[in-house]
Each structure stands twice: as structure tokens, then as C-alpha cells.
């Protein structure tokens, strides 16, 4: 069970460094979209150097200290990039830069320190991991405390800035941001926690390994939340686009007996296929392109035919009201004398035609008239 949950966890993750990328590639000049994206990309490769044997979380590590250094220094950087998308998404250009410099040399400062810290521990003190390291030992304690205390303040500034811009914000892109606000907030109350437990063990005190996992358990769940917040409002949209694709796929399945007759007698009104590639043919963009294609070329033949459709319903003067069946059983008739050519005298005038004057409406009338078409096929 845990397994499953650490490969959906990484999935998700792999999945929204992949998406933030692809967005980055798009608009590379975006200096919000970038701090982001290096954001998530520094979580990902973290876990890189917390999992060389499969194990979760931060306080399974590698062989040494050099792996742990580097873990944390990706995670520092991590808490830089969050602070810098909010930055550059609240300022303007120089105030962020600025503002960005500064917190860039505070992040360095951090990053020495523990890494002065890691190089004068003593054999593998910090290589063995947050549950096990002996904080009496003052490198250990400053390298865990400094990182520690640096993410805190980055995670709750990052976790008010969400809140803030969550309570102002609409769904889909409010449920979003108080994802990642939750997110944050659990992990800034994780580095918080961390910090009181290294006060305690470096006094000589001891934490129960119970709270202690609870914390870590705390912290995965943060990230995941964080993660998932990031990426709602993206997944969001593209599940909406894959419902409309869908849709329109379907319609143009739906449309196909009626587009075959209609396009029999009218072929001239009938544009020429595109040489779409097989990306074209699967994409929204192609399906919806073919989907109108489609529902304005059995529309136009439809007008075509009406004076047909008229000649073969004697004592009829309109079309507007006629059901579907009754129209479909007139409608071969019509197409055929209209292929022959026979002279018709009397005016072309809407078939089928929606009560409301909406695209989806008059859409749904000629998929009736298709269905009834097919039923008397």
C-alpha cells in the first residue's frame, strides 16, 4: 500500500514538472511560470537523492553526508523559487528583481551554513538521517535547524500570499490555490515542529518516534497537496477540453448518415478534406474543426433542400415543426429528386430549425433528424 501511494505520489509529480515544463516552453519569458517550474523541478530532483534504495520521504538518505547536503540545498532552493513566483507575480519588474536578489543572497547565506555544518560533522552524523542524527552534536543541530528555519519563513510568507490570493479568487482557479495554501501550510507547520524537536533533542531531551513519523506523514501529504494545487486549475482545463472533444466527436459520428445523403445530392456544397495528419486527426483542435465542418456543410445542403423536402409534403408551408421521423422518411425522396435535378418553384427556408437561436441547439436538432434518418434506414 505504501508502495502504491509513493509510485501515484511520484507520478503526479513527474507529471506536473512535465506539464510546468511544456508551459515554460511556451512562454519563456514568463518570470512567474519560470520560478515555478524551477520550483517543482528542485522537489522532484531532491528525491532523487532521498531515494536510492526506493525509500520515501526526507529522512531516508544516501551513503553519505554529500547526498543529504545536496537534498537540502535542492530543497532551500525550492523554498527560493516559491518565494521568487511571488514575487515576480505581485511586483513589478525592478521591485521584484530586487526583492528576488535579496532573498537570493539569504538563501546562499543559509546554503553555507549548512554546508559548513555538513562538512565539519563528524563521520556520517548527518548521513544518518533527521529520526537518527544526535542534534547534541552542534554541526547536526545548525545543519537541520538552518534549512529548517529558512523554509519556514519562505513556506508561511509563500502560505499567506495564497490565502490572501484564494479569499479574492473564483473557482476552478480558487479551489486551486487553496490546495496549495493547505499544502503550504502543512509543511511550514512540519518545519516548525522540526525545529521545536531539535531544540528539545539538542537540550537532551527525546522525541517519541511516533510524533515524529506523524510529522514526516504530515509532510508528504503537504507536498502532495502543494502539488496537486498547482497543477488543479491546468488538469482542470484540459479535462474540460477533453469533454468538448469528446462531444464533438461524438456529434460527428452522430451527424455521418445525414452528412452521407445530403452530401450525395449537394456535393458541390461539401468542402474538400484537409490532408491532416494523424496529431490533427486525434487533437481538439482537428476534432472541433470537423465537427463544425461537418454540422455547416448538413446545414447548408439542408436549406438547399427544403424546397425538395416542400414539393414532396403536399399542403405543407413550413418546415420549422415537423418531427424528425415524419421529415426523415421525406427526406430521401427529396435528396434524390434533388440528384436528378428536378425543378423545383417554391423558396428555400430553414429545416429543422432550433427553438432557440444557439449553435448546441440547432446541433441537437440535426442530430434528431440523423437518428430518425438511420432508424429508417
Keep these: 500500500m505504501e508502495t502504491m501511494a509513493i ?22 519569458r514568463d518570470a512567474s511560470l519560470r520560478s515555478l517550474t524551477l520550483c517543482l523541478v528542485c522537489i522532484a530532483c531532491s528525491y532523487l537523492f532521498a531515494m536510492p534504495d526506493g525509500s520515501p520521504g526526507f529522512d531516508h538518505i544516501a551513503s553519505h553526508n554529500v547526498a543529504k547536503l ?20 505581485v511586483a513589478d ?4 528583481r530586487r526583492r528576488a536578489r535579496r532573498e537570493a543572497a539569504a538563501m546562499v547565506i543559509v546554503t553555507g551554513v549548512i554546508t559548513v555544518a555538513a562538512t565539519t560533522a563528524p563521520g556520517e552524523a548527518i548521513a544518518v538521517g533527521f529520526k537518527a542524527a544526535d542534534m547534541t552534536n552542534p554541526p547536526v543541530a545548525v545543519f537541520y535547524l ?11 510568507t509563500a502560505s499567506w500570499w495564497t490565502r490572501r490570493y484564494a479569499r479574492v479568487s473564483r473557482r476552478p482557479h480558487a479551489t486551486g490555490l487553496w490546495l496549495v495554501a493547505a499544502g503550504l501550510t502543512g509543511m511550514a ?6 525545529a521545536i524537536f531539535i531544540v528539545i533533542r539538542a537540550s537532551g531531551g527525546s522525541v517519541a518516534d511516533v510524533v515524529t513519523s506523524s510529522i514526516s506523514l504530515v509532510l508528504m501529504v503537504s507536498i502532495a497537496a502543494f502539488i496537486i494545487g498547482v497543477t488543479y486549475r491546468c488538469a482542470r482545463s484540459r479535462l474540460d477540453v477533453f469533454r468538448v472533444w469528446r462531444r464533438h466527436r461524438r456529434i460527428h459520428r452522430q451527424l455521418q448518415p445525414l452528412w452521407e445523403l445530403l452530401s450525395e445530392a449537394f456535393p458541390e456544397y461539401v468542402m474538400e478534406p484537409s ?3 494523424w496529431r490533427d486527426r486525434w487533437s481538439a483542435r482537428g476534432v472541433h474543426r470537423r465537427y463544425t465542418r461537418r454540422w455547416a456543410e448538413c446545414r447548408d445542403c439542408l436549406v438547399r433542400l427544403s424546397p425538395y423536402l416542400l414539393a414532396h409534403a403536399p399542403g405543407s408551408a413550413t418546415l420549422d415543426s415537423t418531427p424528425p421521423d415524419v421529415l426523415a422518411a421525406r427526406l430521401r425522396d427529396a435528396a434524390y429528386a434533388a440528384s436528378r435535378g428536378v425543378a423545383v418553384q417554391t423558396r428555400a427556408m430553414p429545416v429543422a430549425a432550433p427553438h432557440h437561436e444557439h449553435r448546441d441547439d440547432d446541433v441537437l436538432e440535426l442530430v434528431a433528424l440523423s437518428n430518425a434518418l438511420r432508424e429508417t434506414a
Aim: charged residues 5%; contains cysteine.
Design 93 to 96: 519588474k525592478p521591485v521584484s
Design 275 to 277: 490532408s491532416a495528419s
Design 146 to 156: 538552518g534549512a529548517g528555519l529558512y523554509m519556514l519563513y519562505t513556506l508561511a
Design 189 to 194: 507547520f512540519a518545519c516548525a515542529t522540526r
Design 70 to 89: 545536496m537534498q537540502n540545498v535542492l530543497l532551500l532552493a525550492t523554498s527560493y523559487f516559491l518565494m521568487c513566483f511571488y514575487l515576480h507575480s
Design 7 to 28: 509510485a501515484l505520489f511520484l507520478t503526479v509529480l513527474a507529471a506536473a514538472v512535465a506539464w510546468k515544463l511544456y508551459q515554460l516552453y511556451q512562454a519563456p
